[in-house]
């Protein structure tokens, strides 16, 4: 195992659960945002890692620029980032950290029963999760999900568009 | 460099996202946790991607995206639709429907 991306992991991974949490604490809705942008693109790293470039480049222009992009709109138009936004109280926050237990108490079960059967990564190819590569399964493999996707946005889109419509007066 | 480290790392996201679509009342964070989670799914997809050398699951993360891309251009329509109404996003707020 190389100890230069053990560390290079461990920077990595330092950033992303920090600007998650950064994104939890602040009580300003753009920082949230602006918190969650360097996580998607942290998060771009670690796939850039992984071999897969063409997803890495997708979670930057989707994630980290279009949707993070409508969420900041949607926080300005409402004047979002105003709000008083206290935690919630009592019981919700016990049940908050309930489910975090759990989590991590899955986690740390496989870890101990199934972790040490776990080889290390594999050496990735070069061609490995390329666009070519990606494109061909994609379109030879994967096409009657991807035509689905197709009228999943298209009737998101419509519904967008209904949602947000100003109702007409009624006579 | 083992998968477990990813694996734990994408718990550790998911975690923080659950627990912040549960802290907070502030709706849009509450749909941002969502987009946390979103992608600790992600993480583990293509951490696995590279484990077994397939494509198939970077496929996965792909339609992922486009998935968490509609759920939020909806969602967020539906946010300005509420503020519409009641002038705030405050989750605790919208009890319309309790009995």
């Known amino acids: ?3 230069g991306s053990v560390i ?3 920077v990595l991974a330092l950033v992303v659960v920090g600007s998650a949490l950064g994104m939890l604490l602040s009580r300003n809705a753009v920082y949230a945002a602006l918190f969650l942008v ?5 998060v771009a790293l670690l796939y850039l890692i992984l071999g897969a470039p063409f997803i890495a480049l997708t979670q930057i222009t989707v994630y980290a620029g279009a949707i993070m992009i409508l969420f900041l709109f949607v926080i ?3 004047g979002a980032e105003k709000l008083p936004d ?3 109280s009592g019981r919700q926050r016990w049940v908050a950290a309930l489910v975090a237990l759990v989590f991590l108490a899955e986690v740390g079960l496989y870890v101990a029963y ?3 059967n776990l080889a290390g990564m594999p050496a990735l190819t070069a061609d490995f999760g390329s666009p070519v590569a990606v494109g061909l399964a994609l379109f030879e493999k994967y096409q009657l999900p991807f035509e689905i996707t197709s009228v999943i946005l298209l009737s998101a889109l419509v519904g967008a568009i209904l949602l947000t419509r100003q109702e007409k007066q009624r006579s | 460099m083992t998968i477990t ?3 734990a790392l994408s718990v550790i996201l998911f975690t923080l996202g659950a627990v912040g679509v549960l802290v907070r009342r502030n709706a849009i964070v509450i749909f941002m946790s969502l987009e946390l989670m979103f992608n600790a799914a992600n993480l583990v997809f293509v951490a696995y991607a590279a484990y077994y050398q397939l494509i198939n699951s970077q496929l996965f993360v792909f339609f992922v995206m486009t998935v968490a891309a509609a759920e939020v251009a909806v969602g967020l329509a539906l946010m300005v639709a509420i503020f519409r109404t009641k002038h705030s996003i405050d989750v ?3 009890s319309a429907l309790k009995g």
């Not at chain 1, 360097?38 to 942290?42: G, K, S, V």
Request: avoid cysteine.
């Open chain 1, 8 to 10: 290079l992991f461990a």
């Open chain 1, 114 to 116: 199934r972790g040490s």
């Open chain 2, 92 to 94: 605790d707020q919208m």
């Open chain 1, 86 to 88: 206290t935690a919630r």
């Open chain 1, 38 to 42: 360097l996580n998607f693109a942290t």
């Open chain 1, 1 to 3: 195992m190389a100890l």
């Open chain 1, 76 to 78: 300005m138009l409402l």
């Open chain 2, 5 to 7: 480290y990813y694996l």
